[in-house]
Each structure stands twice: as structure tokens, then as C-alpha cells.
């Protein structure tokens, strides 16, 4: 039995175009025990690719993290499969603010060590422990609390093309750096100010809510749901938006508009623009923002020298990367030493401290 994707991106595109159905893209995590990752992988496969699910899934022993799309018209049967799996009945389910039938183009369940990586040892403390979830409406009012710290828990290239008014938000590559410098930052603050943090969907604050509870952390506090539950209950409840910018997602789409302000700008040329895109030479691959002036000039490559490699032909391009490996580039999303208009690494909480002084 086929267990895996064996369609390349282009043949699936083409297939999505010639069904002319809309597709619905969605997202979900729970945490639980799950004695038998394979197995339970496997079993998700069997059923999603009949009901033609695209996306991401990992799945661990402790639980599931997925962002997918399918076609609209068998959402029901997704629910329904959902809710046979106890830990998933009623899940709330994050659907995408922008949709786009070509956000996923390959079906990907994978087994591994962790849903999130996170680089912690859960043996260590209470990973039930969490913080208090705040609905959009209770989110708006702490975030204007003086005593409210708002972190934003996601990476510096997420951040950088969208994020909360007043949130500190932290000049990391990974999520498992952010927890460390927020401990250490605010470390005499445990007591006396309101800890609050968001990310995408809510998966990453659910385990960094209780990790700092553990560390000593007094009021600490999650916005259910991410950025995606917020917009849906700030459009729903008219509510004000606090959110500025875009939401950068993992998927083709790269991003969803959330508000008009545009407050990151090209990597190349200094222009106000937010949408990453990766670099055309696929020995780089670097995410990096880039002005369709730019695209165009650079004819989408980071720098001058990926130009004269993505010119060259397809074979003798792959002949440059035998044995190289990819370029370590593709790791620093967007802070290469040749694009001058990258974000500056700085201390994340020197406007903070600058307050208390």
C-alpha cells in the first residue's frame, strides 16, 4: 500500500486545476500522548490522501502539529475522521485568513522526535502547567496594561514583516533561542509584570507558557489560538486590530494580510515591501525580502553572483553543487553579509530596559 507522496509539485498543480474545486487551508496541533507515532502516521495517511489532503503533519509521541488544505466540499468528512480520534474531537481547527488552492502541493505526515522543535527536556517539568489563554477581546485590553510585556514567541523573519503593536520581538533564528533571553531579560520581572506571548497558531506558546511558569514566572499568559484565531474573532466581534502588517506563514503562500501597514522593507534596495521570497539558485535558497524592482534586476537572486550561477545551464548548475551542500545562507533567513538591508541583530528587550531606567 502507498504510504507516501509520489506526485511532484507540478503534476499536483496541475491536478488541482483540472478538479476547478476550491480547497480550504487549515491548521491544528494538539498535545497528547501517542503511543505509536508510525503506526498512528500511517493510519492518517490512508484516510487524508483519499479525502485528497495536502500540507505538513508531524506527529510525536507527544501529539500532532499540522497545516494542511483540502477541498472545501469534504471538510465535513476531515471533521468527522477528526472527531474518531479522541484527542481530536472538537479540536479547534485555525482556518487560514487568505485562502489559496495552491498552498500545498504535496502530502507530508512525518514521525518525529517533536511536534515543535523546542529543544527542552519535558521530563523536567509540567508541561500541562500552561498559561492563561486570552480571547482577542482580553488580548487587546493586556497588551495596554503598562505592566504587560508582550513577546512575540516566533522567529526574527516571521516577525520582521508583521507583528503586534509594542511587542518586543526577538532577533532569533529558532524558537528553542527566544526561551532563554526571555527568561534572562526579564528575570526580575517574574513577579511583577504580565507575561504575555502569541505566535502563529498558538502551538509554540503552549509549551513556552508552561516552561516559564516552571522558571518562576507568576502571570503568564498565551493569546488563544495565534494570529489566525485573533483576526478571525477581531473581524467576527469588531474589534479593533492590533496587529500590523502581514502573518508569515509556512506554506506557498508565505504570508496573509492581516492590516495595511507594511513595516519591513527589501533586503536589496531599502523600499517598504513585505513578502520573502527564496532565492533563485538553488545551490542558495535564501529567504529574503525582495521589491518586485529588485526581482526584476536581480531576476530573483539574493546577489549578483547567484545571478551569474542561475544563468548557467540546468546541468552545469547541478555539476557546482555535486558535494557542496547547501549553502549555510539558507539557514540565516534573510541576514546573509550581502544583502544591506537585512535585520540588524540588537538586544530584545533594550527599549524595555530603557522604560525602567
Known amino acids: ?13 496541475e491536478l488541482i486545476d483540472q478538479a476547478g474545486k ?3 487551508t487549515l491548521s491544528f496541533y494538539q498535545y497528547a500522548k501517542i503511543q505509536n507515532p508510525q503506526e498512528f502516521r500511517d493510519q492518517l495517511f490512508i484516510v487524508w490522501d483519499k479525502l485528497d489532503v495536502l500540507g505538513r503533519i508531524y506527529v510525536a509521541h507527544e501529539g500532532i502539529n499540522g497545516q494542511l488544505s483540502l477541498p472545501a466540499d469534504r471538510f465535513n468528512e476531515f471533521k468527522t475522521h477528526l472527531d474518531t480520534i479522541d484527542f481530536l474531537k472538537d479540536i479547534r481547527l485555525n482556518v487560514a485568513v487568505e485562502q489559496d488552492n ?17 529543544g527542552l527536556n519535558d521530563e523536567t517539568f509540567d508541561v500541562t502547567n500552561k498559561g492563561v489563554h486570552l480571547k482577542a477581546e482580553d488580548f487587546n485590553r493586556f497588551i495596554e496594561d503598562e505592566n504587560t510585556v508582550l513577546v512575540d514567541m516566533r522567529n526574527h523573519y516571521e516577525s520582521e514583516i508583521g507583528h503586534f503593536k509594542n511587542a518586543v520581538t526577538p532577533d532569533v533564528d529558532t524558537f528553542r533561542e527566544s526561551l532563554d533571553i526571555i527568561e534572562d531579560d526579564l ?16 502551538i509554540r506558546c503552549e509549551k513556552a507558557s508552561a516552561y516559564f511558569k516552571h522558571k518562576g514566572f507568576k502571570n503568564v499568559f498565551q493569546l488563544e489560538g495565534g494570529i489566525i484565531e485573533y483576526t478571525r474573532q477581531v473581524k467576527e466581534q469588531n474589534l479593533e486590530n492590533k496587529f500590523l502588517g502581514q502573518n508569515f506563514v509556512f506554506d506557498e503562500r508565505r504570508a ?4 495595511d501597514d507594511v513595516i519591513a522593507n527589501c533586503h536589496q534596495c531599502g523600499e517598504p515591501f513585505d513578502l520573502h521570497t527564496n ?18 534586476e536581480m531576476e530573483n537572486c539574493c546577489s549578483t553572483a547567484c545571478m551569474e550561477i542561475n544563468r548557467l545551464p540546468y546541468e552545469e548548475q547541478k555539476a557546482l553543487r555535486k558535494g557542496q551542500g ?20 540588537r538586544n530584545i528587550f533594550d527599549h524595555f530596559k530603557q522604560e525602567e531606567a
Open 1 to 13: 500500500m502507498q504510504l507516501y507522496n509520489k506526485l511532484s509539485a507540478k503534476e499536483r498543480a
Open 187 to 202: 528575570k526580575e520581572h517574574k513577579e511583577d509584570k504580565n507575561l504575555v506571548m502569541y505566535c502563529t497558531g498558538g
Open 279 to 296: 532565492c533563485a539558485n538553488d545551490a542558495c535558497h535564501l529567504l529574503f525580502i525582495q521589491c518586485p524592482k529588485c526581482q526584476e
Open 256 to 259: 496573509e494580510r492581516i492590516s
Open 22 to 24: 476550491n480547497r480550504l
Open 102 to 118: 495552491k498552498s500545498f502541493l504535496k502530502l507530508k505526515v512525518k514521525v518525529r522526535e517533536k511536534i515543535v522543535a523546542d
Open 326 to 345: 547547501n549553502s549555510n545562507d539558507i539557514f540565516k533567513k534573510g541576514r546573509a553579509d550581502h544583502l544591506p538591508y537585512k535585520k540588524d541583530l
